[in-house]
């Protein structure tokens, strides 16, 4: 797909012209201090290259779920100033999702504080799509990791204006393409995050295209229960049991042997490892154990292609982090191969671990796009690109 996408050249000479930029902002917070900066580093580059062009640069995004309204929670003010900082320029701040800047580079509020970015209703969507093309000459779209959604910044934005795709989302689709039509193999694929049900349709659409699928992280429970292992009261879908049955049945799953457990999840917990098949019932499985981080480095080795999405324990937590830091390290080690950290947690992990991002091949900025994506699903905000809108 991504050969289909235009590229901001196919714009022509933007000099002198503005641009709308519908970046990916999306980053956590602690209160009103940015956590994890990786997303703005990573929009920084196609904004500035198009400043540096002689271009007027407006930037959307959105910041987690305003629910359609101001919330001063959510305000892009904080990321408006760090993302000045990384750019070591200027950037004007505007404290309206649909305002008008006075400056050559500026970011607009939450876009999601207006109720027209997510409404289901065409005409309201397409409402203040209109409000938003109506600030620039042309638009483009560096947010990966809000494609798959139909809004009114990332899907209807781009049939009001000449488009393209910044090369941010550009350089992620080509390399999810490589993860599903061209893998060197070996192929491994590590799975972890808390719930099977959110990648059943990852493993569907991988699993035939894999050489091997490792699983850790709170899904994993779901898969020991469908070998008839009693969890405790590690996280279990009763409802997912037999598709995991089924999944195992290809004999490329491997599973945790060992597991971290306790009765809380605090810093000061009380910890034991375990035998993946002798959880105690009053305990809870928050991190796959030493043998398993071995056993998966060692299914690792020699891999030439590498996707991994989700974390393999509480990572948040010290007492429950060894094994996601283990595996990641395993995955930063290989020497040569095509290495994928399908964003989300798994992104967040790597800097909070202290992992270097440069041994990665790529770290990409969307958790949900990067899924979907690697499921064959259709996401909006690369159609309308393509010019097939849905």
């Given at each position: 797909?991504?050969?289909?996408?235009?590229g901001?050249?196919?714009?022509?000479?933007l000099?002198?012209?503005?641009v709308?930029?519908?970046?990916?902002?999306?980053?956590?917070?602690?209160?009103?201090?940015?956590a994890?900066d990786g997303?703005?580093?990573?929009s920084?580059?196609?904004?500035?290259e198009?400043?540096?062009?002689?271009?007027?640069?407006?930037?959307?995004?959105?910041?987690?779920?305003?629910?359609?309204r101001?919330d001063?929670?959510?305000?892009?003010?904080?990321?408006?100033r760090?993302?000045?900082?990384v750019?070591?320029?200027?950037?004007?701040?505007v404290?309206?999702?649909?305002?008008?800047?006075?400056t050559?580079?500026a970011?607009?509020?939450n876009?999601?504080?207006?109720?027209?970015?997510?409404s289901?209703?065409?005409a309201?969507?397409?409402?203040?799509?209109?409000?938003?093309?109506?600030?620039a000459?042309?638009?483009?779209?560096?947010?990966?990791?809000?494609?798959?959604?139909?809004?009114?910044?990332?899907?209807?934005?781009a049939?009001?204006?000449?488009?393209?795709?910044?090369?941010?989302?550009?350089r992620e689709?080509?390399v999810?393409?490589?993860?599903?039509?061209?893998?060197?193999r070996?192929?491994?694929?590590?799975?972890?995050?808390?719930?099977?049900?959110?990648?059943?349709?990852v493993?569907?659409?991988?699993?035939?295209?894999?050489?091997k699928?490792?699983?850790?992280?709170?899904?994993?429970?779901?898969?020991?229960?469908?070998?008839?292992?009693?969890?405790?009261?590690?996280?279990l879908?009763?409802?997912?049991i037999?598709?995991?049955?089924?999944?195992l049945?290809?004999?490329?799953?491997?599973?945790?042997?060992?597991?971290?457990?306790?009765?809380?999840?605090?810093?000061a917990?009380?910890?034991?490892?375990?035998?993946a098949?002798?959880i105690?019932?009053?305990?809870?499985?928050l991190?796959?154990?030493?043998?398993?981080?071995?056993g998966?480095a060692?299914?690792l080795?020699?891999?030439?292609?590498?996707?991994?999405n989700?974390p393999?324990g509480?990572?948040?937590?010290?007492?429950?982090?060894?094994?996601?830091?283990g595996?990641a390290q395993?995955?930063?080690d290989?020497?040569?191969?095509l290495?994928?950290?399908?964003?989300?947690?798994?992104?967040?992990?790597?800097?909070?671990?202290?992992?270097?991002?440069?041994a990665?091949?790529?770290?990409?900025?969307?958790?949900?796009a990067?899924?979907?994506?690697?499921?064959?699903?259709?996401?909006?905000?690369?159609?309308?690109?393509?010019?097939?809108?849905?």
């Amino acid at each position: 797909m991504s050969s289909s996408l235009p590229g901001v050249e196919s714009l022509g000479d933007l000099a002198g012209k503005r641009v709308l930029i519908r970046s990916d902002l999306n980053v956590p917070l602690d209160g009103h201090r940015i956590a994890d900066d990786g997303r703005i580093r990573a929009s920084a580059p196609q904004i500035r290259e198009l400043v540096d062009a002689g271009v007027a640069v407006v930037v959307c995004a959105h910041l987690g779920r305003p629910k359609g309204r101001p919330d001063p929670a959510y305000t892009l003010g904080p990321v408006a100033r760090r993302l000045g900082e990384v750019l070591a320029r200027d950037v004007e701040f505007v404290p309206d999702p649909d305002g008008t800047p006075q400056t050559a580079l500026a970011v607009l509020e939450n876009v999601r504080f207006h109720p027209g970015e997510t409404s289901k209703d065409d005409a309201e969507r397409g409402a203040y799509a209109a409000a938003l093309a109506g600030l620039a000459d042309a638009y483009v779209d560096d947010a990966f990791g809000a494609v798959h959604r139909k809004h009114a910044s990332v899907y209807d934005v781009a049939l009001r204006l000449p488009h393209a795709a910044g090369q941010l989302v550009r350089r992620e689709v080509g390399v999810l393409d490589r993860l599903v039509e061209s893998p060197d193999r070996p192929y491994v694929v590590v799975l972890g995050g808390s719930k099977v049900s959110d990648k059943l349709a990852v493993i569907d659409h991988l699993l035939p295209r894999v050489d091997k699928l490792l699983v850790g992280g709170g899904m994993c429970f779901t898969f020991l229960a469908a070998q008839g292992h009693d969890v405790g009261g590690s996280l279990l879908e009763d409802d997912h049991i037999d598709k995991c049955r089924e999944l195992l049945a290809s004999g490329k799953v491997e599973l945790p042997v060992d597991v971290v457990v306790a009765a809380e999840v605090t810093d000061a917990a009380a910890t034991t490892v375990v035998d993946a098949d002798a959880i105690p019932a009053d305990q809870n499985g928050l991190d796959i154990g030493p043998k398993s981080v071995a056993g998966f480095a060692a299914a690792l080795d020699g891999a030439r292609t590498v996707f991994w999405n989700g974390p393999m324990g509480v990572f948040e937590v010290e007492p429950f982090a060894a094994g996601t830091r283990g595996v990641a390290q395993a995955i930063a080690d290989l020497d040569g191969a095509l290495t994928v950290v399908g964003g989300g947690d798994s992104a967040a992990a790597v800097r909070a671990l202290g992992i270097d991002e440069t041994a990665y091949t790529h770290i990409s900025t969307g958790g949900g796009a990067s899924l979907e994506y690697l499921e064959g699903k259709t996401l909006p905000g690369l159609s309308v690109l393509e010019g097939m809108e849905q």
